[in-house]
């Protein structure tokens, strides 16, 4: 059952292009018009949405992190991402023009349904994205949005977390389309982005072998970094929660600008650091600013392990490791830039031995508080 492979999680990675596309089928008419009749919920009541609030919790969140990028881009409406259990104990601002989506591979995680009952209770709608048919969560919610990532085995979330990414993008789309703004004309083309994204997984699938070498060299690393900005920043916290799961080794993300607020105190010789470079075409000259971060760390003796877009030549220079990825556009980059992270914490709980799929202290779906 695990297809060849020696773990489910090494599976589930090698399955991605599969959840990505799966999650994209059935959601457009002939004319790429994305078409959402499986929510049921009236035009008019999402045109009335005017905050969306996403609740998750783990990986999960950090989903709902990446999306927040592109809704707000997309359609204009304020997006807030809380972890379950702190919105649920907290006071949120959520009333009859609020969307609450909770995100969860499972169906069943206590502390997300929580959050879903407290944000009806407040009048909220609520979309369930979801992985598992006729789970809990989909059933406590208005509508759901399935994922089609297939049965995830690995405590270790991967391919449910592209999944949710591309679901998430789907809706963010249909509300920029049923909304009409600035960018309702764009969601034709972004789809049509969305549909070659599969392609270029498994083309980054095929050139992985660095990171397994990379891992190998490092199974005795102590701490690893991980830095990125915009939908990059995520992606950073999403490495470090992997390592931490799977390798049970000290990691952490950060956003790279936070760097002089204080974590570039933890920069000695050697320490490794991924960088998420976000594409050269990126706004804001976030690029340029991501790779000034690497040359700063890099004079400070960081060992950096750089993620870019294949071309990207201005990485060069301050990069120990480069990890290419293909191109895509800015906000689509990760469900890309994740898969090196994803695989290097597979590699590297591997080189030490220890148990890929069923890590210790955790359970596949957390169903208490
Ligand atoms: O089933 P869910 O998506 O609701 O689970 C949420 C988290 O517990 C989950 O993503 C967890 O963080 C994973 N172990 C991450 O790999």
Redesign the pocket.
């Known amino acids: 059952e695990k297809g060849g492979y020696d773990t489910f999680m090494e599976k589930e990675i090698f399955d991605q292009p599969h959840a990505v596309g799966d999650t994209l089928l059935g959601r457009t008419d002939e004319a790429g018009h994305l078409v959402l009749d499986e929510l049921r919920i009236s035009e008019e009541q999402l045109k009335n949405v005017d905050r969306i609030t996403v609740v998750?919790?783990?990986?999960?969140a950090y989903a709902g992190m990446v999306a927040k990028y592109a809704i707000e881009h997309w359609t204009r409406i304020p997006v807030e991402v809380s972890l379950a259990h702190e919105f649920r104990y907290s006071d949120p601002i959520v009333n009859e023009r609020s969307l609450v989506v909770s995100?969860?591979?499972?169906g069943?995680?206590m502390d997300?349904l929580m959050a879903v009952k407290h944000a009806r209770e407040l009048g909220a709608l609520t979309i369930s994205v979801c992985n598992t048919h006729g789970s809990t969560i989909p059933r406590e919610s208005d509508a759901v949005l399935y994922t089609h990532a297939g049965p995830e085995i690995a405590?270790?979330?991967t391919k449910?977390f592209l999944a949710q990414i591309t679901a998430c993008y789907v809706l963010g789309l249909y509300l920029s389309q049923l909304r009409g703004g600035t960018f309702a004309d764009d969601a034709q083309a972004v789809m049509k982005e969305l549909h070659e994204v599969p392609a270029k997984i498994e083309e980054l699938l095929g050139t992985m072998g660095r990171v397994q070498e990379i891992a190998r060299f490092m199974a005795d690393t102590r701490s690893v970094l991980f830095l990125g900005r915009n939908v990059g920043f995520p992606i950073a916290m999403e490495g470090a929660?992997?390592l931490k799961?799977l390798a049970y080794i000290h990691a952490e993300g950060f956003a790279a600008g936070e760097l002089k607020h204080g974590p570039i105190a933890l920069i000695e010789p050697g320490q490794p650091v991924f960088v998420v470079v976000p594409g050269p075409d990126t706004p804001h000259e976030l690029h340029k600013k991501v790779v000034s971060n690497i040359q700063e760390i890099r004079a400070r003796g960081a060992r950096t392990i750089v993620i870019a877009q294949e071309g990207d030549e201005d990485v060069v220079p301050f990069a120990d490791e480069v990890i290419r990825v293909p191109r895509t556009s800015p906000l689509l980059q990760p469900l890309l830039t994740v898969v090196p992270l994803q695989m290097f914490a597979l590699h590297l709980s591997t080189a030490k031995g220890l148990d890929v799929d069923q890590p210790r202290n955790?359970a596949k779906?957390?169903t208490v508080e």
Not at 56 to 60: D, Q, S, V
Request: with cysteine.
């Open positions: 998750a919790c783990g990986t999960a995100i969860s591979q499972s069943e995680t997300t405590v270790a979330s449910a929660l992997k799961e955790l779906s957390v």
